[in-house]
Structures are given as structure tokens and as C-alpha cells.
């Protein structure tokens, strides 16, 4: 039986056509990897990562209020404290937090004959984990989220508690919403009161009615616009626990900072009703001492 007879040239052609095979192969999968940095570089170039936020640690929650705008915020008869009762009256006391360059907080008490008084202060710091979200568009997210479930109105903020309010009617609704919740007889109510007596500066009842409930009353839930970069103010009147509280609440941002502050009075006597302008007053001058503070 004959031998076939072998071809060096038929050899030489199949390796050369394996070895172009294989090189169309590794060619395509070089590509496609190659494409996939070039996109990521690509993105990289034309996509830096955001800017951080310009705060990178918090400041000490409790010694960031001065001690006279403490002091103004929880009136009573120092005469009756001792030095050690009232520094630590006045120092506040620091919330418990893991990482304080993330958040920090600081709360006041004080009880009185007339009522109790509380502040609270929360600070966060906000980081963004999403290279293309910097810090301080997570913390508008953050901040536009708690405005929502304050159901604070949209638009432009109002002018200063002493300047007379263009939201009037707010303020009318916000009555009639009272007087809804009140023939439910339950749930808080917001800005709103029907005439009785309020609370002077001092923490004792006046005969003011609730100015909020006032068609000219200019202290309504709303956006506030000169304070830090976004804020807002609320206020709620709650008749429905064993005593009657107003809580007002500041909340503001300044770059990838959020501020909560709270303020809120308390009072056993149910026909003594806290004064609204009063409590947001002294809220807004704080808030507005933090956000220089701050800024600093």
C-alpha cells in the first residue's frame, strides 16, 4: 500500500492560517478590554469625580452656641442656681455619636414653674459615596427631603419675623385646619391656636392671643432665604398629650453641613398656649449665630 506523501508547503499554509486565527482572537478581546479602560478613561476625563464638600470635620456640638443666647433661650432665676448647677445647665448635654466628624449634638433642659424648655442641636456632615454626586448635592438631596416631609410651601422665603408676611392666607388655613383637628380631637396642629393665653419671654402666661392664628402673622411654616445656603422654619402646636408644647424647628444647610436646630416649650396648663413668635424668634437667632459660626 502506497505512502501519502507529506507537503512541507500544505503545513507551512495551516500554520500560518492557525496562527492568523489566533491572533484575530486575542486582536478582538484586546479590543474590547481596551475599549472598556478608554470608556472608564474617557468618562474619567470628561467626568471628574465631584468636588468633596467644604467641611471635612464637625466642630464640638455643645460649645458651638454662645452661652448668652443659651442663656436667653431657657429663662429662669439664675439667682437660684449654684455656679456648678448652672455651668452645667448652660454647657448642655452631648449627644452620643460614633464618628463625630460625621455628627455631633448637644441638648438643653430646663424646668421652670411656668414650663419646660428644650434645645437640641443636630450637625451632620454629609459625604457622597457617588464619584459623580458631590457632597453638597447629597446634601441638598438630604436637605430638600426633610423640607418635603415638613410639607414646607415652595417658593421664596419670607421676610423676618418683624416684617409683615405676604403668605397670609397660609396662615388663615393653617386656622382651619385647627379647628378641624380639633373637632377630631386628636393629632398636633400646626402654627395655629384659637384665642387664648400665651407665654411672654419670661415663660409666664400673657394674654396675647396666638399670632399665628392672626391674618397678619408672619409665623407660618415657610422657607427662610437669609439664612446660610437653604432653610427652613416649622412650627407645631400639639394639644393632644398630657400638656400642651409649641416645637419650632430651624433646619438649614451650608455646603455639605445640615443643621437641625429644635426649640420647643411645654406647659402642664393647657389654656396657656407658648408663644409662637417668641419661640421662632429666638430659634432664628440662633440658627443664624450657628450658620456664622460655621462659616468661619
Not at 80 to 99: C, F, N, P, V
Not at 215 to 221: C, E, K
Not at 256 to 270: G, P
Request: with cysteine; charged share 25%; proline share 7%.
Amino acid at each position: 500500500m502506497p505512502r501519502k506523501s507529506f507537503v512541507p508547503g500544505a503545513a507551512v499554509v495551516a500554520a500560518a492560517a492557525l496562527a492568523v486565527g489566533l491572533a484575530g482572537c486575542s486582536g478582538g478581546s484586546g479590543q474590547d478590554g481596551s475599549g472598556a479602560d478608554a470608556k472608564g478613561g474617557s468618562a474619567a476625563s470628561s467626568n471628574p469625580a465631584a468636588e468633596p464638600g467644604r467641611y471635612q470635620t464637625l466642630p464640638e456640638a455643645c460649645g458651638l452656641p454662645s452661652r448668652s443666647a443659651i442663656r436667653g433661650m431657657l429663662p429662669g432665676d439664675d439667682k437660684s442656681l449654684s455656679s456648678a448647677e448652672a455651668d452645667k445647665l448652660y454647657r448642655g448635654q452631648a449627644d452620643i455619636t460614633y464618628d463625630t466628624d460625621r455628627r455631633v449634638g448637644c441638648r438643653w433642659t430646663r424646668e421652670t414653674t411656668a414650663g419646660t424648655r428644650h434645645i437640641g442641636l443636630d450637625i451632620q456632615r454629609v459625604v457622597s459615596y457617588d464619584g459623580a454626586v458631590s457632597d453638597d448635592d447629597k446634601a441638598q438631596e438630604i436637605y430638600d427631603s426633610k423640607a418635603q416631609a415638613a410639607q414646607i410651601p415652595s417658593g421664596a422665603g419670607s421676610p423676618s419675623p418683624a416684617s409683615p408676611s405676604p403668605s397670609t392666607p397660609k396662615g388663615a388655613d393653617k386656622g382651619a385646619d385647627k379647628a378641624k383637628g380639633k373637632d377630631k380631637g386628636t393629632g398636633p396642629v400646626t402654627n395655629s391656636a384659637p384665642d387664648a393665653k400665651d407665654k411672654d419671654a419670661s415663660g409666664s402666661p400673657s394674654q396675647s392671643s396666638d399670632p399665628s392664628a392672626q391674618p397678619s402673622g408672619s409665623t407660618a411654616p415657610r422657607a427662610l432665604d437669609d439664612l446660610a445656603d437653604d432653610a427652613f422654619l416649622n412650627d407645631k402646636l400639639v394639644t393632644a398629650d398630657s400638656g400642651v408644647h409649641r416645637d419650632v424647628t430651624v433646619v438649614f444647610r451650608t455646603s455639605n453641613v445640615i443643621v437641625t436646630l429644635t426649640y420647643d416649650q411645654w406647659s402642664t396648663d393647657k389654656t396657656m398656649l407658648p408663644d409662637s413668635q417668641e419661640l421662632q424668634d429666638k430659634a432664628r437667632s440662633l440658627a443664624g449665630e450657628l450658620s456664622d459660626s460655621l462659616s468661619e
